[in-house]
């Protein structure tokens, strides 16, 4: 026999790992686990659920079903425990998170025998990535906790974190979600899934050796309804969410005016792409753990494989020999590379889907292999001739089933790419760097791996865009996610005076005496037009003289603007040395005419002309502020450890609505609009409800500026009525809105259709003129979003 015969005939004999610590620590918990709250384990509840191995049906404990007591319990610990848990300082907690990291490796194999248990993955995987790379978070982040005072001294914790992760990587999403919270000084209550709870509550007994103080995490266990409690509770100030796309509407639409901070990392369908000069062995090997990674029970699985037309036959023929050499088997045995799905439900949600992919003309090839009985075992699956449209290409399927399709050029890679409500991750394989590096701007995900697929380190953001959530994990970013600024301690609620100040109402038909009769139009696609409705709304100063009237926008003339913004999308592309220049431009022509600005702004808001003169000037430098950033707003070239980098690249969100307040007229339009074209958005602007005519004022400085037309679109009216419009407007990627507080609320529970991110101040005033509450990094980081983009090389 030659050689190639003996690797082609071997087999692979059985490698089972011991389970024996594993059985030995649930025999130590017989009786059932109860609650991990305030430093201490609650007596099992006699409200409890059996947790069972899913690859083999086997009894593996009795978890508590946590009651809301439970709960309150839980987060009431929290909440006093978080004074003295900021107050220790970064050292302090960077020594408890380091001391957790070190208790963990201790307990390594433990814990990924018992994940494989639970959840049914491979041991490979969970002693090879889910436990190590769970480990690192904590290391990486105890080194965050040791900067946060020279890092980050202009913010400061959330304060109580609710935190809700999936059955997929139970201990690694536990990982990714405290490790930051800890560090950057807040208190955590978290829920593991129910199907897979055992590593976090192994998790909390270690903690409570590794010293950390009472009451600093808490562990409450159970299904659906303990998340939706701790979405519910009034005393947690923030949620953080990996789960469904559905669960997530759910969870913004609870929260929405509540004003507690969300990070929603939510499902994914995404593209694996392989052009015809990929090395495709390479790429073939990517393929696998694109989408059999895990069982294929990833976010970011590649699920849709779309391959060049020209190697498309040969792609295919030598994944599916590939695929025969897949091991399909026991989690624990170290040669398995699939094991078992988490559960019955979710196996027939596969199988379900697969037959869907039929019913839609898909052909299935499954290799022929031995797939257990007795468990929720699927053997990985590859579905060709499927219509882009088709469900299995739509939806996420969340198991072992790649679907294949081709595509003929690069602009159509990207059509495809797109097509998809989802933007999590992408894969690019090409050995063409151009080619490759040209593909990624143009791919909407959070996360690009070129020439590799599902790598992941703490140092490193992942998220998503569209519908795939918002908010980052991992790296600097991610501390963001559990800080806020200082200077919004000092924000006031608006004062009722304010709030109910006269707005605009029915136009009558005369102008005010003595004036040439003057009807602001709306400002859309650089151009002035008419409203759609042919109506206008009187106005009336702050001492009460009538003003001119203003054009009452509505539904209709937000879409005309969302479409005028849309199609200015090559502003996203300009230099940021054009964006920096147009604002600059932008400024010079303001002053030009500041003289005026300032007599306008004294007559119409009843205030002195000084005051007038210190608005518009300062809004010039808050226009030359934006100028400046633009260029100086950059990424980060993260060093993971693999051979290469990865780019953390800031990109625009796309389409904006901004929703101003009443007060300081132009101010707050500039800070709000400058920051968010600096970074290459469009934005559709409605003014302050109250004083319209200042904005009014500034189409002629726009103009005259080098904006192209769409960049800004500005519509007056009704701000209730254009910002329901707006916040429910499927284009708009994102909704900033100031002023009154139930504006606040609307948008963020109208904004659940696509997911958009808000950006929103509940009622509470900002100092525009002052620019540690009114300008800065904070306003740029909600302007943009970042895509990280692993790149290896060498050979
Ligand atoms: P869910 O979104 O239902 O569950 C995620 C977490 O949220 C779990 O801890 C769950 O609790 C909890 N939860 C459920 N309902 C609520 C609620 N109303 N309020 C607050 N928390 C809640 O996902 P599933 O586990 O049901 O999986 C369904 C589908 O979701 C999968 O088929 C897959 O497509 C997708 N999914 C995506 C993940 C991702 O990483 N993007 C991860 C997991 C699933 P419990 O599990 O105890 O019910």
């Not at 953080?240 to 509540?258: C, D, L, N, W, Y």
């Amino acid at each position: 026999m030659s050689v190639s015969t003996y690797f082609d005939t071997m087999d692979y004999g059985p490698a089972p790992e011991s389970e024996k610590d594993a059985r030995a620590w649930l025999a130590a918990h017989a009786n059932g686990f109860g609650h991990y709250i305030n430093g201490v384990f609650t007596a099992p509840s006699a409200q409890r659920f059996e947790d069972n191995e899913p690859a083999s049906g086997k009894f593996l404990a009795h978890i508590s079903q946590a009651s809301d007591t439970d709960v309150d319990a839980a987060v009431e610990a929290a909440r006093q425990a978080q004074p003295a848990w900021e107050a220790l300082g970064g050292h302090g907690r960077a020594r408890c998170l380091y001391a957790v990291a070190r208790i963990m490796q201790r307990h390594a194999r433990l814990f990924a025998v018992l994940e494989s248990l639970d959840n049914g993955k491979p041991l490979r995987e969970s002693r090879d990535i889910d436990i190590p790379l769970a480990v690192r978070h904590f290391y990486h982040y105890a080194g965050w906790a040791q900067l946060q005072e020279s890092e980050f001294a202009d913010q400061m914790p959330v304060g109580v974190v609710g935190q809700i992760v999936p059955w997929n990587f139970p201990l690694l999403m536990l990982a990714w979600k405290i490790a930051p919270a800890l560090a950057l000084g807040n208190t955590v209550v978290l829920k593991p899934a129910e199907l897979t709870p055992l590593t976090a509550l192994l998790f909390a007994e270690l903690t409570q050796q590794a010293g950390l103080p009472a009451g600093v995490l808490n562990i409450v266990t159970g299904d659906g309804r303990v998340g939706a409690a701790l979405v519910a509770h009034e005393q947690v100030n923030k949620i953080a969410f990996t789960g469904s796309t559905e669960v997530g509407r759910q969870i913004r639409e609870k929260t929405a005016g509540t004003g507690k901070s969300l990070t929603l990392e939510l499902g994914g369908k995404s593209p694996f792409i392989v052009f015809e000069d990929a090395d495709l062995d390479a790429a073939i090997e990517g393929v696998v753990d694109a989408i059999w990674f895990n069982q294929g029970q990833v976010c970011c699985a590649g699920t849709r494989l779309l391959v060049q037309e020209g190697i498309y036959e040969q792609f295919i023929s030598r994944l599916k020999l590939r695929m025969q050499k897949l091991n399909i088997g026991a989690p624990l045995d170290k040669s398995t590379d699939m094991g078992s799905l988490i559960s019955a439900t979710q196996l027939e949600r596969v199988k379900a889907l697969v037959a869907q992919g039929l019913r839609e003309g898909a052909e299935c090839y499954q290799a022929a292999m031995d797939v257990p009985v007795g468990g929720c075992f699927y053997p990985p699956t590859l579905l060709t001739k499927v219509h882009p449209g088709a469900t299995v290409a739509m939806e996420e399927i969340f198991g072992p089933v790649l679907v294949a399709m081709t595509f003929r050029t690069p602009d159509e890679a990207v059509l495809m790419a797109n097509n998809s409500r989802y933007g999590l991750a992408a894969s690019v394989w090409s050995e063409t760097i151009g080619l490759a590096l040209g593909v990624v701007p143009q791919l909407k995900a959070g996360v690009i791996w070129v020439n590799t697929t599902n790598q992941f380190d703490a140092g490193v953001g992942f998220g998503g865009y569209r519908e795939s959530g918002y908010g980052r994990e991992g790296g600097r970013e991610g501390c963001y996610e559990y800080l806020k600024p200082k200077s919004k301690k000092m924000r006031q609620l608006r004062t009722p005076a304010l709030a109910a100040a006269p707005v605009a109402v029915a136009a009558a038909s005369l102008p005010p005496a003595g004036l040439i009769d003057r009807t602001a139009k709306l400002y859309v696609g650089g151009k002035q037009v008419r409203p759609d409705g042919e109506a206008s709304l009187a106005s009336f100063s702050a001492t009460g003289e009538r003003l001119e009237d203003v054009a009452h926008g509505n539904r209709k003339d937000i879409r005309n603007a969302v479409t005028a913004a849309l199609n200015a999308a090559s502003w996203s592309q300009a230099s940021a040395h054009r964006r920096a220049q147009a604002l600059y431009y932008l400024a010079e022509n303001l002053s030009i005419r500041s003289a005026e600005f300032a007599s306008r702004i004294a007559q119409i808001c009843g205030v002195s002309l000084e005051a007038g003169q210190r608005e518009v000037s300062e809004s010039v430098q808050r226009l030359f502020s934006y100028g400046a950033w633009a260029d100086k707003y950059e990424g980060a070239v993260h060093v993971p450890p693999i051979t290469g980098v990865a780019l953390a690249m800031v990109e625009s969100l796309g389409v904006v609505g901004v929703v101003c307040p009443e007060e300081s007229p132009l101010l707050a339009l500039i800070s709000l609009a400058a920051p968010l074209m600096a970074m290459g958005n469009r934005v559709v602007v409605v003014p302050s409800e109250r004083w319209p005519q200042i904005a009014t004022d500034l189409y002629q400085v726009l103009d005259t500026s080098d904006l192209p037309g769409g960049v800004i679109n500005i519509v007056t009216g009704n701000a209730r009525e254009l910002l329901t419009t707006l916040a429910e407007h499927d284009e708009v990627d994102a909704i900033w809105v100031h002023g009154q507080a139930e504006y606040s609320t609307l948008a963020e529970r109208l904004s659940t259709g696509n997911l958009k991110r808000s950006f929103v101040d509940y009622g509470y005033a900002t100092d525009w003129y002052n620019p540690a509450q009114a300008e800065g990094p904070e306003y740029l980081r909600q302007a943009t979003q970042l895509k990280n983009v692993w790149i290896p090389y060498g050979e």
